[in-house]
């Protein structure tokens, strides 16, 4: 499928279709890239895979350089069921799931009862005081921002204001809901907000890590890294991509598997260019910021609980800790910065930012000893990212995560922004990418009029169950 042919001609010379096996090149070995690559392998296609980075996985990235993994993407599985797309293949392959938090967890990610929340001057805030704050839960018609729609619910009812401690939990909880989305509160939909689909069981952290899930979906396939895509010319007879240093790829169809922020960036050509409709989606889907400043300490100093929260007069101000000696035995730390905060965290040097991130905790255990290693994320300046994941903006439709997953010609869309049901997740960019490969087949095998020759070789469908524990 490689091509020595580097200009964009009308018609491709390569006719990828004269080739005895139907071919695809998929851009981005994230989940959704791996996964749609595994099944049209499976499929029987001559598929490349071209990434941008030195390695796999994209927004899943577990590091091993502590001496044990620690995840500085995606560490959860959302919904911890049978229902979740990913359960099949966590189950079979044995891996430890430590569930943090349970169902009904819809605004504010976790539960209430995980958590331990200390005001600045360390005194702890007892829980009547957080469950009054579910009062500010009220149904609005027209879109707005969350954060305007509850200064509207306190215009209406200013009995609800809530002063002090009580109005310091409620910037928590929005701290919290702005983790959810990577974007601050004042741009997230209050009409889209919860239009997702939240699976049951909870939230289950990977305990030895998402990498062994990617590394089994990529068996076997043929990864070109350090390929950074940068122009697609598609025509009738296939599609020709091109990477940093000339080379070209030429095969019947392409599966587009890069982050939003990246499309958003305009650093690939399409040519010809994506029709308005589609460039209108990619521009008008949100995409936010969500960072991991990971402190490795020598010792555990504090309570033995799932996360630590620090409430304060902001959302900007209060700070998320998650404890991940709780469900790996190792005295870690997990600070979890997300919009205009990570923003500004990414602007500083590492040093800088795994300071700021033990300033915060010093806050509530002044005798918190320092840590020994740290490592910081980078999602929303890396080029190969430009964010974190998606989120629905102020005014804008929810199908625009339909509009972005829709096929143009040859080219098949997958990846978190591309699903509707579970956008921003390694479940939905896993089933984006089945849903691409399966679009991708039908498409390419109708030209070749041989439906019935390839059918899909199907994983197993026993149904392993999960190992899910809560110490
Ligand atoms: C800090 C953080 C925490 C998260 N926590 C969770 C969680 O706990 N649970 C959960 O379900 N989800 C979580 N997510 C979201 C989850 O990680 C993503 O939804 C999912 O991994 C996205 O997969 P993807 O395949 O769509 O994109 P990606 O994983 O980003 O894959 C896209 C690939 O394209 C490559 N690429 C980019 N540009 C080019 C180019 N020009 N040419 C070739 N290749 C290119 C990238 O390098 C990357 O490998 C988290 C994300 C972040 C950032």
Known sequence: MESKDNKSNRQLKTSPCSTTSPSVIVIGAGFAGITAACALHDASFQVVLLESRDRIGGRVHTDYSFGFPVDLGASWLHGVCKENPLAPLIGRLGLPLYRTSGDNSVLYDHDLESYALFDMDGNQVSQDLVTKTDLVRQEFSEDMSIQRAISIVFERRPDLRLEGIGHKVLQWYLC??????????????????????????????????????????????????????????????????????????????????????????????FEPRLPEWKEAAINDLGVGIENKIILHFDNVFWPNVEFLGVVAETSYECSYFLNLHKATGHSVLVYMPSGKLARDIEKMSDEAAANFAFTQLKRILPNASSPIQHLVSHWGTDKNSLGSYSYDTVGKPHDLYDRLRIPVDNLFFAGEATSMDYPGSVHGAYSTGLMAAEDCRMRVLERYGELDLFPPVMGEDVLVPLLISRR
């Not at 983790?179 to 049951?200: H, M, N, R, V, Y």
Request: proline share 3%; with cysteine.
């Open 176 to 269: 919290r809901m702005e983790g959810w989305f990577a974007a601050d509160a004042d741009t997230i939909s209050l009409k889209c907000w919860d239009q997702e689909e939240l699976l049951p069981g909870g939230h289950g952290l990977m305990v030895r890590g998402y990498l062994p899930v990617i590394n089994t979906l990529a068996k076997g396939l043929d990864i070109r890294l350090s390929h950074r895509v940068t122009e697609i010319v598609r025509r009738n007879n296939g599609v020709k991509v091109t990477v940093e240093d000339g080379k070209t790829f030429v095969a019947d169809a392409a599966v587009i598997a890069i982050p939003l922020g990246v499309l958003k960036s305009k650093c690939i050509k």
